[in-house]
């Protein structure tokens, strides 16, 4: 499927998408307006005097151009409404409407997976070399699309993101190194145990990596003056955390992490698993236990990224990590068709960055993809609109959202310019998988 294809294919379809948001816009006006007609007893005023114009028209008192306007404002009152009330209707259709015009069936859970810095050029042609079987099963109920990224390549910026749909100026994740606890509700697993009720919902998280998808608290650490910081200057690499000093003793103040008030509200949190194996395994576990619960869990793998940074992302190493995420995320899919859960849960795999082309790093990678078995995911889109998307498959109502989403769920137009990054770097050379 060709990205330029599916855009072409989409654009008549959002132009008259933004008409149907811009009818919704007015109808919610005239709602207010009819709502504050009726806060402010004006119609009940008007009523009042419509009924005794009809009761007192054949009386003499009431002149002539009196009458008209009464008869002028009943008209008015009636049409606005009338037009008011049937616009809220309208609204509340269109909205039931759009939960019933979601394909399949409304899902019990949703599991997000992480391949943590898969590049989207290499998904591609391990999937066209049939390397990645269960991603392709997955694309195949549902869809593929592509993601770009329009902030920093990185993983605590990415995962903040994903999981909240916000840009990095509401949650304070910028960077690897320039971070804040993402602020409190924010993120999916709260918006998801305030909506339910945390006995309605487990929402739990098994996380590959340990440093940047953490959920430390602050810290402060007494410098030692034996000059690590220099020695950190030299290598380039800025110490983490403020500089402060008290009674004559420098300390560093360390950021809480991201996840440091997310972790509260979740039923379990658990970081630091490295292989993909202990991933995988954890998560499976984790599913036969909450198997009749609703249920909300993240999944992380580590181990592409890892590979990357050690070996490369042309390495043989970063392809068998590929596969190997895709063997996990078999190995999960097989588990929910065992427990009868498959058809009631719906699947989002994603990647918080790419790699750089060739290189041990992803300074600037910003191509990655998401494969889902979700069939309304209809559109390319971008790293902060999976939370909308997830939300909404929850049966939230994304306008109720408070700060407005950043994201925009994926079974809508996207209504909005797609970003420049300027063009994917070309592959140097075709990798033999061996
Ligand atoms: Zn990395």
């Not at 209707?89 to 269109?94: D, H, L, M, Q, V």
């Not at 993120?187 to 919902?201: A, D, S, V, Y």
């Not at 995988?280 to 009749?292: P, Q, S, T, V």
């Not at 849960?345 to 992803?362: A, L, M, N, P």
């Amino acid at each position: 499927m060709g990205g330029s294809d599916r855009k072409r294919g989409f654009r008549p379809v959002e132009k008259g998408c933004i008409k149907v948001v811009r009818k919704i816009k007015l109808f919610r006006i005239l709602c207010r307006f009819s709502s504050e007609v009726a806060i402010n007893g004006i119609t009940e005023r008007v009523y009042k005097d419509s009924s005794s114009f009809y009761r007192n028209k054949s009386q003499p008192q009431f002149g002539k151009e009196q009458t008209m306007l009464k008869r002028i404002i009943v008209v008015v009152a009636v049409l606005s409404l009338a037009v008011a009330g049937g616009s809220c209707a309208e609204e509340s259709k269109t909205t039931a409407a759009k939960a019933q015009s979601l394909k399949g069936p409304v899902p019990r859970n949703v599991i997000l997976i992480g391949w943590d810095g898969a590049q989207r050029d290499h998904v591609n042609e391990c999937l066209a070399r049939k390397e990645l079987p269960n991603l392709k099963k997955l694309s195949e109920e549902g869809t593929y699309v592509e993601i770009d990224i329009e902030g920093t390549t990185d993983t605590k910026a990415g995962w903040a993101q994903i999981l909240t749909g916000y840009y990095p100026r509401v949650t304070g994740v910028y960077r690897n190194g320039r971070y804040q606890p993402i602020p409190k509700g924010l993120t999916i697993f709260e918006r998801l145990e305030k909506h339910f009720g945390p006995e309605n919902i487990v929402t739990a998280a098994v996380i590959g990596k340990k440093g940047n998808v953490d959920a430390d608290p602050p810290k402060k650490i007494k410098v030692k003056d034996n000059g690590e910081e220099e020695k950190a200057k030299k290598k380039k690499r800025r110490p983490r955390g403020k500089i402060i000093e008290e009674d004559g003793v420098k300390y560093r103040l360390v950021p809480g992490k991201p996840y440091y008030y997310t972790k509260d509200s979740m039923d379990l949190f658990e970081n630091g698993l490295r292989l993909d194996e202990k991933v995988g395994k954890r998560a499976i576990e984790l599913i036969d236990k909450y198997k009749n619960r609703r249920f909300f869990l993240f999944v992380h793998f580590a181990e592409v990224d890892a590979k990357g940074h050690k070996f490369g992302e042309n390495s043989k190493e970063y392809n068998d990590a590929l596969i190997s995420n895709d063997h996990w995320t078999g190995r999960i899919t097989a588990k929910l068709r065992e427990l009868g859960l498959y058809d009631k849960t719906r699947i989002y795999v994603t990647s918080d960055h790419g790699f750089d082309e060739g290189q041990k790093g992803h300074g600037n990678a910003p191509y990655v993809f998401l494969a889902t078995n979700d069939k309304n995911v209809m559109r390319n889109g971008l790293r902060q609109d999976v939370a909308p998307t997830i939300l909404e498959r929850f049966g939230l109502d994304l306008s109720r959202i408070e700060p407005p989403l950043d994201g925009v769920t994926f079974s809508e137009p996207a209504g909005r310019p797609t970003p420049t990054l300027g063009p994917q770097p070309r592959k140097k050379r075709v990798r033999q998988a061996k």
